[in-house]
């Protein structure tokens, strides 16, 4: 049971340490300390329900209902070339550099946006119910192991993201330096919206 769960850990840290747009999200709102606790939560707890499906066994649905993937693949793309535009829109017209000082957004619509960057990406459903569940089956008897290890990686990785992200702010203080972050965080989103629209899911 504990070499499965360290597997886990192991291979939960190798999926979700790649920064994409759910992780920059995480950053961002770490850095403004807004709703960091929320946003964590919604991260690290949609992550633990996908993995533990994928373990039971939701993976095989999911690889043969390619039709479902595809919708929420174009939903995806939709979601972040809105969010990368906005970005850029951020960076042009910059302001309250201070995290004490930056705009907050309301809880609801923080939440609604960690959401639709963890369950409107398609990849998430490859790495949780598909990859971790495959690789937790090898497991046999101890899969569940394997599935507390990923769970523990997400949690581990979302909360050190998430409170770890304030110590950038005293490099973040300046109007310039937001400028060149939400410039380069717009510039992912709509990378990975365009390879999503362009490449699918190969």
């Known amino acids: 049971m504990i070499n ?27 850095i403004l300390r807004s709703h960091v606790l929320a946003v964590v939560a919604v991260c690290a707890v949609s992550d633990l329900l996908l993995i533990c499906a994928g373990v039971a066994g939701m993976g095989a649905v999911v690889q043969s209902a390619g039709w479902a993937v595809e919708v929420l693949r174009w ?24 995290a004490a000082d930056a705009p907050r957004e309301t809880l609801p619509r923080v939440i609604a946006k ?13 790495d949780t119910l598909v990859l971790h569940g495959s690789i937790a089956a090898t497991y046999g008897s101890t899969r569940w192991g394997f599935a507390i290890g990923g769970c523990l990686a997400s949690i581990i990785w979302f909360a050190g993201l998430g409170y770890g992200a304030r110590l950038l702010a005293p490099l973040l203080a300046s109007r310039r330096a937001w400028q060149v972050l939400d410039s380069l965080i717009g510039c ?6 365009g ?8």
């Open 75 to 98: 939903f995806g793309v939709v979601f972040l070339g809105w969010y990368g535009i906005g970005s850029f829109r951020r960076a042009l017209r910059p302001s309250g550099m201070d």
């Open 4 to 30: 499965a769960s360290l597997a886990g850990l192991l291979t939960g840290l190798s999926l979700i340490i790649a920064i994409g747009s759910q992780n920059a999200y995480v950053l961002r709102q770490g």
């Open 114 to 126: 960690a959401a639709a960057f963890t369950w409107l990406n398609p990849h998430v459903y490859i």
């Open 188 to 193: 992912m989103m709509l990378a990975i919206a």
């Open 195 to 202: 390879g999503l629209a362009l490449g699918g899911l190969g």
